[in-house]
């Protein structure tokens, strides 16, 4: 465990070339870590005078991915526009970044039946991109979204398909889905799920339990209606550290034939952010 004291409201990390990649939902820079966790580097992507981007004009950038061309791509939740509706294209090797509009696609998924939208996750697989919107206690739905792999260069005619994620068990608190990454070994969705007392897709309220959700062979089920994980582990009952925590994003960073590496981010919104490093059994297909 890595504490960020320094760094608010970690909601998205990405992994590529022995380095992380975490970015804010309130933060004016996404911040590079090396393998040691420690901070080398950041991307400045805003302006601002204060540590934390004040909420009725953050960008929410929920969600972040390497794309099939090694860029990152990070989204905004959509869940406020127009300031929520951007996104970033990075160069992880230049630095470059250059802003992207998703004004265009975010209507599209409302007019597709996503009256609520909270984009928390995003991440590629053979052939498409994915993303997935969170639910709350008044939305109580989270949803999985198909799309091109460069869906944000032709947001009107890119394809567009969504899959209900069930295993909302808890009547009372709501299971949303914070994150997700695939397992290029297995073809397999990893998501983190995180229970917070909230009726609103902008609003924050008491955090719960977080969970991670694996579902099995994703290729083969982008035409399924419906989704439901094939295994739930209890991030509490996995350690002890996780209890208090919500967590809201994870990214492989190591497969053997045997155990998965991954790293999570928790944003406890007190303006700082933490680091996880665990390592579970690779889940049986």
Not at 239 to 267: H, M, N, R, Y
Request: charged content about 25%; proline content about 4%; overall charge negative.
């Amino acid at each position: 465990m890595k504490k960020l004291d320094d760094y608010p409201s970690a909601s998205a990390i990405a992994y590529f070339n022995s380095h992380y990649y975490i970015m804010g939902d309130d933060s004016k820079n996404l911040v590079i870590l090396g393998s040691d966790l420690e901070a080398i580097d950041s991307i400045p992507l805003y302006s601002s005078y204060e540590k934390r981007i004040p909420k009725p004009v953050k960008a929410d950038i929920e969600a972040i991915a390497l794309t099939k061309n090694n860029e990152l791509l990070l989204l905004g939740s959509g869940s406020l526009p127009p300031y929520r509706s951007g996104g970033w294209i990075i160069d992880p090797v230049t630095k470059r970044a250059d802003s992207i509009r998703l004004d265009t696609i975010y209507e599209r998924l409302k007019a597709s039946g996503l009256e609520v939208l909270n984009i928390e996750g995003v991440c590629s697989i053979p052939g498409s991109v994915l993303m997935v919107n969170r639910g709350n206690n008044a939305w109580r739905r989270n949803d999985l979204i198909i799309v091109d792999e460069e869906f944000w260069k032709d947001q009107s005619l890119s394809p567009v398909s969504i899959i209900r994620l069930g295993a909302n068990t808890d009547s009372i608190v709501f299971n949303g889905v914070s994150g997700l990454d695939y397992v290029v070994g297995t073809d397999q969705l990893l998501l983190t799920v995180s229970t917070e007392n909230t009726s609103s897709n902008t609003g924050d309220g008491a955090i719960g339990k977080s969970y991670l959700w694996i579902v099995n062979n994703i290729s083969s089920k982008k035409g399924m209606r419906t989704i439901d994980p094939d295994t739930i582990i209890d991030l509490e009952k996995l350690d002890k550290q996780f209890i208090g925590q919500k967590i809201e994003s994870l990214c492989v960073t190591g497969e053997t034939k045997t155990f998965l590496q991954l790293a999570l981010t928790a944003d406890n919104d007190d303006g700082s952010s933490t680091v996880f490093m665990i390592v579970i059994p690779r889940p049986r297909l």
